[in-house]
Structure formats: structure tokens, C-alpha cells
């Protein structure tokens, strides 16, 4: 059976007789090639259409079934009962710290325990009838509250919560600044009081907050000392509650006007130029000294600077030591410390006596 042809090759074959015909062929064929060209064209892919948005508070679509509740909180009650005592802890650099080193979190599993102590020191709380309730900044998930980055980091607290085995009620504020629930704004605690203790109130003489951005040099702010007060709690760093822990990053400058810690960090000055010929302990003293001296308040106890690297165990147990005796035991030998005056102080004793004869 003969092949049937083409619109475009009968209009060729009848060109060959008739002048009009050939001007047809060719409008034919320029159609043809046109379609063949198009089919060739890659085709585009349809749009997918974004799925709204739910601006109910639901449950989460994925990973851990916690709370939403739009626009910039989420939470998971966990098993604590209702109490007048609240323990309240900040997450990241007060019950865990990141294992990389980046400012962001990895993944899930990127964390570990501030130190070994917090499992036992948060079982005590909760043994002693306090509810334990995390009240976590979360600005990375924003308001992709069912988004992977909300997955992420709820997997995280999960896993963190796995391993201390304490109940917990944990609330991740998402919104930036100004939106009413970030630290130090009261949202979360408000929310909470409001909706996740069983309409008990917190007696907040017995309740306390304890977070890493303290205002000290090395923080990276001071949200959650200014939480506590806001709410009117007590306020604790990590260190306080948990002992020593990760070390902070503390760059020394050159301080304008007076110094906070004169004496201090003169002493330490001078224990650095004692050994100076042991290499360890003089840099070791010389760096305490440095930190000591651009430090922007004044210094009460050792452990108020245990959070700065370059102050060890050895470094506040010094410190300790000249609050208490205002000397060093190795600097007795040669006379003791030796006292300066800062700039703009009136001498005393000996020094002042000289003075009347000038």
C-alpha cells in the first residue's frame, strides 16, 4: 500500500506545474519546519504552586510533632506538671554548645552537653519540684515554622533532651527583634504562664533564669541577663549553675579612662614579670594580665571571669587569692605586690608626706 504523503510534499509535487502551488509549498513548508522547531524546544516545566501557608496553630507537618503557633513561636509541653517554681534555662551555651566551630548550626546532631554536670544538676531541679522550661531564641527558622530549618533544629532538642532524660517544656521564639516574643521581650514567658502551666502561677521569688548572654565581656549580647529582669527573676550564668564549661573568645584593648581592676591586674602584671623566664607561666600570667586590665567591670570573684579562654582553674584560684589577702604568696619574697597609683588618685602614706616637701 502506497505511503500517504505529507501536506507538504503534495504541495511540492504540484508546485512543479502551477506557479501558485509553489508559493503554497513553501508557506506549508515553513510551517512544518516552524512545528518541528517547537516540538525540538525543551519543554518548561509547569509551575508548582505554593502551599499556603497555615496561620492556625496546628501541629507540626513534619519531624517532631510540636506546637506552632504562628507567627514566631512554637513549643513541646513535654511531661512536666505545673509548678510555682520555674527553672528556666536559655539552649544554645547553657545546656549545649555547638561541636563545629561555624555560627550556624550543621545539622541535627551538631551539639553537646555544656559540660557533663547538666543532666545532674537539671534532675535536681526537677527532684526538687521545679518545672524545667527552655525559652530558646530561634531566629534561623524565621517564619518557615514547618519549613526544614524548623525540623532541624526541634530534632536538636529533641536529641539534646534525649540525653539529659529530664521533662522539659522547651519554647523556640523565631521572630527577630520587635516582634513581641524574642529575648528579652516577655512573649514567652507570658505565653507560657498564659497557656502551658495549667493556670498556676509562678512565684517568682522561687523562680530563676539562667542563660550565656550576660552582658560580659566575650557574650555576644546581654538578652537573657535582661530577660530575667524584665520577667523579675533571678538571673545565672551557665557557669554558676553548671561549673566550668566552654570558654569564651576575649579580646584585650586598650582601655579608655580608668581601669576597672587596677590592683588586679597590676599584680598579675607582676607575676608575669616574676617568671618571666618560665615561658608557660609568664605568658600565662601576661595573658590573664592583659584580659584583667580592658575587663569592663569590676571583678568580685574568680568565677565571674571562669567563662573567658585564657582564664583557667590556676587563673581564678589566683584571682580568689588577692580579693582575699590583696597579695600573691610568690610575691612575698620580694616585698609583696607593689601598689600603684592610678592616674588622677590622691597618694597615700609615704608618698604623701614626700609630696609636702616639693
Same mark, same amino acid.
Given at each position: ?35 518541528? @522547531? ?12 505554593? *502551599? ?24 513541646? *509541653?513535654? @511531661? ?17 554548645? #555547638? ?24 534532675? *535536681?531541679? /526537677? ?10 531564641? #530561634?531566629?534561623?527558622?524565621?517564619? #518557615? ?12 532538642? *529533641?536529641?539534646? /533532651? ?38 498556676? #502561677? ?32 533571678? /538571673? ?123
Amino acid at each position: 500500500m502506497p505511503k500517504k504523503r505529507s501536506a507538504a510534499a503534495e504541495a511540492a509535487g504540484d508546485a512543479e506545474h502551477d506557479p501558485e502551488s509553489k508559493i503554497v509549498a513553501e508557506a506549508v513548508k515553513d510551517e512544518v519546519d516552524e512545528k518541528e @522547531e517547537e516540538e525540538k524546544k525543551p519543554k518548561k516545566r509547569a509551575k508548582k504552586t505554593k *502551599e499556603p501557608v497555615n496561620e492556625e496553630p496546628h501541629e507540626a507537618l513534619e519531624g517532631p510533632k510540636w506546637l506552632i503557633h504562628p507567627p514566631w513561636l512554637m513549643y513541646r *509541653e513535654g @511531661e512536666p506538671a505545673s509548678s510555682s517554681k520555674i527553672a528556666a534555662f536559655d539552649l544554645d551555651g547553657t545546656l549545649v554548645v #555547638q561541636k563545629t566551630a561555624g555560627r550556624f548550626v550543621t545539622s541535627a546532631s551538631d551539639w553537646k552537653l555544656f559540660n557533663k554536670d547538666v543532666p545532674k544538676v537539671l534532675k *535536681e531541679y /526537677f527532684d526538687k519540684g521545679y518545672k524545667i522550661v527552655v525559652f530558646s531564641n #530561634q531566629g534561623g527558622i524565621a517564619s #518557615q515554622l514547618d519549613g526544614k530549618q524548623s525540623v532541624k533544629l526541634r530534632e536538636r532538642a *529533641e536529641q539534646a /533532651f534525649e540525653k539529659i532524660d529530664v521533662p522539659a517544656t522547651i519554647m523556640y521564639a523565631t521572630g527577630k527583634e520587635g516582634c513581641g516574643v524574642r529575648k528579652p521581650e516577655l512573649g514567652m514567658w507570658d505565653f507560657f504562664v498564659e497557656n502551658l502551666n495549667d493556670g498556676v #502561677q509562678p512565684e517568682k521569688g522561687e523562680c530563676f533564669f539562667v542563660g550565656d548572654a550576660a552582658g560580659r565581656a566575650g557574650d555576644f549580647a546581654g538578652s537573657d541577663k535582661e530577660f530575667a529582669e524584665n520577667v523579675g527573676i533571678a /538571673f545565672k550564668t551557665p557557669e554558676e549553675v553548671f561549673g566550668e564549661g566552654p570558654k569564651k573568645a576575649f579580646s584585650p584593648t586598650k582601655q579608655e579612662g580608668p581601669k576597672m581592676n587596677p590592683e588586679l591586674g597590676s599584680a598579675f602584671d607582676q607575676l608575669a614579670a616574676k617568671f618571666a623566664d618560665d615561658r608557660f607561666k609568664g605568658i600565662a600570667f601576661k595573658k590573664v594580665a592583659d584580659i584583667i586590665n580592658s575587663y569592663p567591670e569590676k571583678i568580685t570573684s574568680g568565677k565571674q571571669v571562669s567563662h573567658v579562654k585564657g582564664v583557667g582553674k590556676g587563673s581564678i584560684a589566683k584571682i580568689d587569692e588577692f580579693l582575699k589577702t590583696g597579695t600573691f604568696a610568690e610575691l612575698e619574697s620580694s616585698g609583696g605586690v607593689q601598689k600603684t597609683t592610678p592616674a588622677g588618685e590622691a597618694p597615700e602614706g609615704d608618698a604623701k608626706m614626700a609630696l609636702n616637701f616639693l
